[in-house]
């Protein structure tokens, strides 16, 4: 009975393993875990069918659990597009020569990092987080993942640059929380007290009544920086037609379901060009973390 | 081979000299008796002379050596594994040919023991596994036989039959024993050990107990 | 007493513990640990076993790597024990079981990607390592008489069918089969990187805060766990075995390309491959030791010390549970199933789930490591004190503990200890991923950016300081000659 079943499972998955590589050119895409992975799942899945359907091939969204793991994905040809964030598609796009960024959310091109506070430190919201320095200093602090624009490169750079230490002197800890959604979170609960994220996932999330505003406040917000992007790899076309890179980008840059749109959040999605990115590539050279 | 000469036998342990310098020639159809008290030495002859006739020989030792884990049919096969290819003895390990399970049969029966060929021998009495380890050393076949208190184990009847058996299947023998009666019974030849030496050696018809119990 | 050396060996590690306690970070930094921790324990208590589609399957691929993982580790362990006692095969087996398998996985996913490959080799070669160790330290235990009665040209691989494998077949039988149980929570926690195994949802529950969802998949892996005896029969190993690799998911396919560029590009060091030759490599090999190899080692030697010490007063208190010599059977029962569930829970899943509720500091992976090793080594002690036959006069309660029990069992006790003091070093430079500051953070961080020139050498120092403790820990083992059998 247990055999039987055994050998019918087996021949089953056996099909599918035939299956799978007879259709060996499935476009694949993947994204940073930038936020809970249920979200990015109903996000992207909705994606992948949207490109399908625009582009006649079968398109395949793969989540993973770290920017690096994204980047790797993109750099091992594993898959052929992401959406990255801005460090983490200047890091892929040095990886692979001849990638592109194609395209940006509108708010892509002037976002921002929030820096939060849990209320039980007493901390108000300033213009200038100089004048935080003193009420910052010694308490705990998390960023989103090691690898995110938001969530570390742009707060590290501005803790840097106006208290002129390294996050790890200034604060008494500093943690790494993984994500947007667990920063705000971990604050929320006063797990860390001082928290950096995303400026569009707070906005969301308040939009969405997901956040106890009596725990938690934005107390500052960074200059504005150019952050994610869609970015493909430069040889798809050789392996799926000529005119593929530019079929995907007409995709992207058209996409007008609303609620797809509003799941990332985005208005819109416009053109983007390498160049843009310079700014960032810039800042995480100074503060080490590009070679 | 079946007969053999040596010299210069010596073994130390831990410094101290337990046996030899001693010389031992034996004619083929000799069938010898080690007897001495225990600590005299017998064993360690034992193992020395198996060394020196480079292993061709059936021994029986007394700790008998038997895989405990495997049945009495593999403890007694062992004997000719060197007779087989190695894809022949690892067939006959999962599962043994018919010619050799009714040969091994056959050989237990004559111990009075074919009921136990497939009973680990980890869960036998130690006359049963005792009898094991003289099957094995028949079934090898050597031309001479060295067993260590072959019969320590076994009650009267079994032990005259089993010494019995030794003495038709081998032309040449050494065995060690400590029941002088069966030595003289069922040898041509006795040799007495008393501290690493040979202390008596005689064919065993000019000898009664008596001159035998001396060395005790 | 003080004169035991035992007793002034412990004292010795109590003290090093204590001077560590002085340096680590040990706090609770979450504002409300224990209503989190209630929620968490609301949530194992309400598991919803329905929450996710890909649950079931995870499970599966769980199974399946842990089937093929384990089965070419123990295939390529018994070959390499056949030459064990060649030097070079000793410091290679020793190297490749220093690396734990969330590294190797790390390492493979760099140019392997999201390929079942990945997940097989991440078990199977730190396994290989084990268990060429611990085949070969259970042959050599293997009478050597009966090879010595043999024909002389008996041929070796008859000899060795014959004569040493089935006296202790049971043994192998029995370490393989507890292998297969650590394969189980090896191939779980690979899911935190990201192969389709439980550990990828259960991270994903988690750091959501779906305690329902969580403890479904904490259910379901302890009734794994615990079920093995009555699913893996010898008679249905081999269908597992052949079974299990088309149950490992498609992922994605391997480019072999990138085989090539990772280990002639990537690793480099970057002074090397940007042409500076070794007038670059000095300063880069300085500044990466100064500033992360060496915080990492200290970090992971005073956790490591803490732990250890945590683990054996933990394993003290834990082993009664299961005494015969105490209470009564309600109560052994209760401390069956808390021990089981201690020791079944991966400590790297343990310390996640501790971190999410206490916040960040060394508290969580103290804690953690002392539940897993302790569950284990408390097990052990505890079934051991019940071959222990007590005089009718003997003390009850506390006495009976600290005069008839303690001193029978604590020089295994201690060998246990030391036993599983490389394997909690392993755990803890790997807890780092989570974001303590020991070895594995920096490496994960390497990894993060990209740098795997970096990332290989922080390993090769997690290697090597690992190969130091084993060391230590086998001399101190013989120093107090302290009997094991590998069986933990």
């Known amino acids: 009975m247990a055999l039987n079943l055994i050998r019918k499972l087996m021949i089953s998955s056996l099909f599918c393993f035939t299956a799978a590589s007879a259709s060996a050119e499935t476009f694949v895409f993947t994204a940073i875990p930038d936020e809970d992975e249920t979200k990015l799942v109903e996000r992207f899945k909705g994606v992948a069918d949207y490109l399908s359907s625009e582009l006649d091939v079968e398109v395949r969204y793969i989540p993973v659990k770290s920017y690096a793991a994204a980047v790797s994905a993109f750099r091992n040809n594993q898959v052929q597009l992401a959406w990255f964030g801005g460090l983490s598609g200047v890091q892929a796009r040095r990886l692979v020569p001849g990638s592109e960024a194609i395209a940006q959310g509108v708010e892509d091109q002037a976002f921002e990092t929030y820096f939060i506070a849990n209320t039980s430190t007493g901390i108000k919201p300033a213009d200038e987080l100089s004048s935080l320095e003193d009420e910052l200093r010694g308490k705990t602090f998390t960023f989103g993942s090691k690898g995110s624009t938001s969530g570390r490169l742009m707060p590290e750079f501005y803790i840097r640059d106006v208290f002129g230490a390294q996050p790890e002197d200034f604060f008494s800890r500093v943690g790494f929380s993984g994500n947007h959604t667990r920063t705000l979170r971990l604050v929320e609960a006063g797990t860390y007290e001082v928290g950096a994220l995303n400026f569009q996932v707070w906005e969301k999330e308040l939009a969405d009544g997901n956040i106890d505003t009596d725990a938690v406040q934005v107390i500052w917000t960074t200059p504005a920086y150019p952050d994610y992007q869609w970015t493909i790899r430069g040889d798809v076309n050789e392996r799926f037609g000529d005119g593929f890179k530019q079929r995907v980008t007409e995709a992207l840059l058209n996409l007008d379901d609303q609620k797809l749109l509003e799941s990332f959040p985005r208005s819109d999605f416009i053109p983007a060009s390498n160049d843009d990115y310079e700014p960032i590539r810039k800042t995480a050279e100074e503060i080490g973390i590009l070679d | ?129 005792q009898r094991v380890a003289i099957a094995r050393a028949l079934y090898r076949n050597a031309p001479v036989l060295l067993a260590d208190e072959p019969i320590s184990a076994l009650d009267g009847p079994m032990a005259h039959q089993v010494m019995e058996l030794l003495r038709e299947r081998f032309a040449t023998s050494i065995v060690a024993l400590h029941d002088v009666e069966m030595a003289l019974k069922y040898c041509n030849r006795i040799v007495g050990i008393q501290d690493g030496q040979v202390a008596l050696d005689e064919t065993s018809d000019r000898l009664t107990a008596s001159d035998i119990m001396s060395l005790y | 007493m003080l004169s035991s050396p035992t007793v002034r060996t412990s004292l010795i590690f109590v003290a090093v513990a204590l001077f560590s306690l002085l340096f680590a970070d040990i706090a609770i930094t979450a504002s409300n640990p224990w209503r989190d921790l209630g929620n968490f324990f609301l949530g194992v208590i309400t598991p919803n076993f329905f929450s996710s589609e890909g649950l079931m399957t995870a499970l599966l691929r769980t199974v399946a790597f842990a089937f093929v993982g384990v089965a070419l580790g123990s295939v390529c362990g018994f070959l390499l024990s056949l030459v064990y006692r060649f030097l070079p095969v000793r410091i290679f087996c020793a190297f490749i079981r220093a690396i734990h398998e969330l590294f190797w996985a790390l390492i493979f996913l760099q140019f392997f990607g999201f390929h079942p490959l990945t997940g097989v080799l991440a078990i199977a070669i730190p396994y290989s390592g084990i268990f060429a160790k611990v085949y070969s330290e259970i042959l050599d235990e293997v009478d050597p008489e009966p090879g010595r009665l043999l024909p002389p040209r008996t041929g070796v691989i008859a000899a060795f069918l014959y004569t040493r494998i089935p006296d202790c077949w049971v043994q192998l039988r029995t370490y393989t089969a507890y292998r297969l149980e650590c394969g189980l929570r090896s191939s779980a926690i690979l899911g935190f990187v990201g192969l389709p195994t439980l550990g990828f949802y259960l991270e994903s529950s988690f750091s959501q805060g779906l305690y329902s969802d969580a403890g479904a998949m904490l259910i379901l892996f302890y009734v794994l766990i615990a079920t093995m005896p009555l699913w893996v029969r010898p008679r249905l190993l ?176 201690l060998a246990f200890l030391f036993y599983r003091w490389e394997i909690i070093m392993r755990e803890t430079a790997i807890l780092g991923i989570l974001g303590i500051y020991t070895l594995g953070f920096y490496v994960d961080s390497a990894i993060q950016n990209i740098r795997f020139d970096r990332a290989m050498i922080l390993i090769l120092i997690t290697a090597l300081l690992n190969i130091g403790i084993d060391t230590l820990g086998r001399y101190i083992r013989r120093k107090l000659a302290l009997q094991t059998m590998p069986t933990c």
Request: aromatic share 8%; no cysteine.
């Open chain 2, 1 to 129: 081979m079946s007969g053999f000469d040596l010299t210069g036998l010596t073994a130390s342990f831990g410094g101290e000299r337990v046996i030899g310098p001693l010389s031992l020639r034996v004619k083929q159809g000799e069938k010898v008796a080690l007897v001495g008290k225990s600590g005299a030495g017998k064993s360690t002859l034992i193992r020395l002379i198996h060394e020196r006739v480079n292993r061709e020989s059936s021994l029986v030792p007394q700790d008998l050596g038997l895989v405990n884990a495997l049945p009495v049919f593999h403890n007694v096969f062992m004997g000719q594994l060197d007779k087989h290819s190695t894809w022949y003895n690892t067939v006959t390990l999962v599962r043994p040919f018919s010619r050799d399970r009714d040969e091994v049969r056959k050989l237990l029966k004559e111990l009075g023991m074919s009921e136990k060929l497939w009973i680990p021998t980890a869960s036998l009495s130690g006359g049963q596994r």
């Open chain 3, 238 to 413: 081999p269908v597992y075995v052949l079974g299990a690799p088309f149950f490992l998911g498609e992922g994605l396919p391997i480019v072999w390309g990138n085989v090539e560029r990772f280990f002639t590009e990537d690793i480099v060091p970057s002074p090397l491959r940007d042409g500076e030759g070794l007038g670059g490599l000095v300063p880069w090999l300085s500044e990466l030791m100064v500033n992360e190899a060496l915080p990492g080692i200290w970090n992971t030697v005073i956790l490591t010390q803490i732990a250890l010490v945590a683990t054996g007063i933990l394993t003290l208190l834990a082993f009664p549970l299961i005494s015969n010599h105490f209470g009564g059977p309600v109560r052994r029962t209760s401390g069956h199933v808390f021990l089981v569930i201690a020791r079944s829970t991966p400590e790297y899943i343990l310390a996640y789930i501790l971190l999410q509720l206490w916040g960040p500091s060394m508290l969580p992976a103290v804690v953690a490591l002392a539940l897993h090793n302790g569950g284990i080594i408390g097990h052990l002690i505890g079934r051991q004190t019940n071959t222990i036959r007590l005089r009718p006069d003997a003390p009850t309660g506390f006495n009976r503990y600290s005069w008839e029990l303690v001193p029978r069992v604590y020089r295994s006790f």
